[in-house]
């Protein structure tokens, strides 16, 4: 996909199970539909350190639904019959260590997932132990970035990953914003200018047509969240949401 498209690709990120159990599909499918280049499926954990109010109430209604990584994976076992689409799995260490990492890979890439997004996974142990497991499954294991990471860690992370690199828009959770500030501009630019070999996208904060032209300035495309949730909430259908997200970004 980042062969073929490099600007104004949009990711967007959404709980499974939510809002109802059975829903994980129909919302890609949804998504799809509305032009969303790729996916990022997040498996809902008890303790997300990374998410914002709105994703982590999501996350607590999907586990309430029934989710677990074993639902999950038997939601998407003939995924790829119905979405075309790049797909992300993004969940934390602990659920995906008690279902076990090299199960959690074969399941993954049995079903079609391209890649990994481990928020809590430190990249020193990715390289000695899980790398050589995601390599062997054909998954690319995606890091995450801020405006605090060394250039000396971002190039080392360039250079062990592939995928894309994801740059968090600032060190905060993630969370809808109506504008970024010089600040966190500066920190696009610089990433922008050291020219990495990976594609880059950015999220945290995207959530209006501002922010996504903002992060397309500077990175490959930009990564939503916590305003699709609040869509899944507020608008009749998961149709209506998708179709709401299309006209609030392009």
């Known amino acids: 996909m980042f062969q073929q498209k490099k600007a104004n690709i949009l990711s967007v990120y959404f709980t499974a199970g939510y809002p109802q159990l059975n829903d994980t599909v129909r919302v890609m499918q949804a ?47 003939d995924v790829r019959a119905r979405v075309s689409i790049p797909l992300v799995l993004m969940g934390y260490l602990n659920p995906i260590l008690q279902f076990g990492f090299e199960e959690y890979c074969r399941r993954a890439a049995s079903c079609g997932i391209d890649g990994l997004i481990i928020p809590d996974l430190p990249f020193a142990e990715y390289l000695e132990n899980y790398k050589p497991i995601a390599d062997h499954h054909g998954l690319h294991m995606i890091m995450l970035i801020t405006p605090e990471t060394s250039e000396e860690r971002i190039r080392l992370i360039d250079e062990h990953t592939s995928g894309f690199i994801y740059m968090v828009s600032s060190a905060s ?21 050291m020219g990495l070999k990976n594609a880059r996208l950015i999220g945290f904060g995207i959530s209006n047509r501002e922010t996504f032209e903002a992060a397309c300035g500077e990175a490959a495309g930009a990564i939503i969240g916590s305003r699709f949730i609040s869509l899944l909430e507020s608008e009749p259908s998961v149709e209506a949401a998708a179709k709401k997200l299309r006209e609030a970004i392009r």
């Open 31 to 77: 998504l799809e539909k509305e032009g969303v280049e790729m996916l990022e499926i997040g498996v809902p954990f008890s303790d997300p350190m990374a998410d914002g109010p709105v994703i982590q109430a999501s996350g607590t209604q999907a586990l309430h639904n029934g989710m677990s990584v074993k639902t999950l994976f038997s939601q998407l076992e």
């Open 173 to 193: 959770v993630t969370g809808a914003r109506k504008s970024f500030g010089e600040q966190n501009l500066a920190y696009f630019r610089r990433v922008n200018a």
